[in-house]
Structures are given as structure tokens and as C-alpha cells.
Nanobody
Framework: QVQLVESGGGLVQAGGSLRVSCVAS????????VGWYRQAPGKQRELVAF???????NYPDYVKGRFTVSRDNVKNTVHLQKNSLLPEDTAVYYC???????????????????WGQGTQVTVSS
């Protein structure tokens, strides 16, 4: 079983910065692609950053230049640094990871996607 736990959310003023993190734990063989998503009240969940297992990143235009995703494969952690925050960045932020589980003997097991529980980010104007 694998768990993803996000942290680092909070309240910040417009123009400020915040870093949220996603830590994976459990029987992990490898963490593959990881995406950060957000969902504001009354809106659909949307992608804000994506990082492949090799570290290639991709961002939608509405956060490009302001958000940066990075990963620490040793610590099974993915960070999302958010700068120049806007009130419209207010949302619950979720990480979604494609994880290959480890078998009892440590071999490659099943690959499946996992979601964290989310962390609230509120940007005041």
C-alpha cells in the first residue's frame, strides 16, 4: 500500500510565495510521473504542473513562469514552488503519482495511480 501526503499549504498575500510538498510512503519500488492539480470551489480539478520520472517538467500557461515543480527521488518527495501568487490560485492542491509498488521480496510490482488528500492554499488580495 502506498500513501501520498501533501503539506505546506496555508494563507498568503497576493504576490507572495508558498511551497507545497508531496511525500510518498509505503511499499514503493519507484515513483514515476507526478502531477500537481488544484481544485477551487465550484470548479473542476485542473493540472498545474507535471514532472516525469526523468525530471522533465511541463506547465499550463496560467502558471508558467510562476510555478516550479521538482522532485527528490531519494526522499520520495515532490515539491511545488509557487511564486507571484494571485487570488485565483486559491484552491486545494493535490498531488497525483504513478507509483510502481514493491513486492514483499522487493521486486517490481503493480503500477497504479495514487492521490493525496490535498492541502489548502488561500491567497488574499
Amino acid at each position: 500500500q502506498v500513501q501520498l501526503v501533501e503539506s505546506g499549504g496555508g494563507l498568503v498575500q497576493a504576490g507572495g510565495s508558498l511551497r507545497v510538498s508531496c511525500v510518498a510512503s509505503g511499499s514503493i519500488f519507484s515513483i514515476n510521473d507526478v502531477g500537481w492539480y488544484r481544485q477551487a470551489p465550484g470548479k473542476q480539478r485542473e493540472l498545474v504542473a507535471f514532472i516525469t520520472s526523468g525530471g522533465i517538467t511541463n506547465y499550463p500557461d496560467y502558471v508558467k513562469g510562476r510555478f516550479t515543480v521538482s522532485r527528490d527521488n531519494v526522499k520520495n518527495t515532490v515539491h511545488l514552488q509557487k511564486n507571484s501568487l494571485l487570488p485565483e490560485d486559491t484552491a486545494v492542491y493535490y498531488c497525483n503519482a504513478d507509483v510502481t509498488e514493491a513486492t514483499v521480496r522487493g521486486f517490481r510490482g503493480t503500477t497504479r495511480g495514487y492521490w493525496g488528500q490535498g492541502t489548502q492554499v488561500t491567497v488574499s488580495s
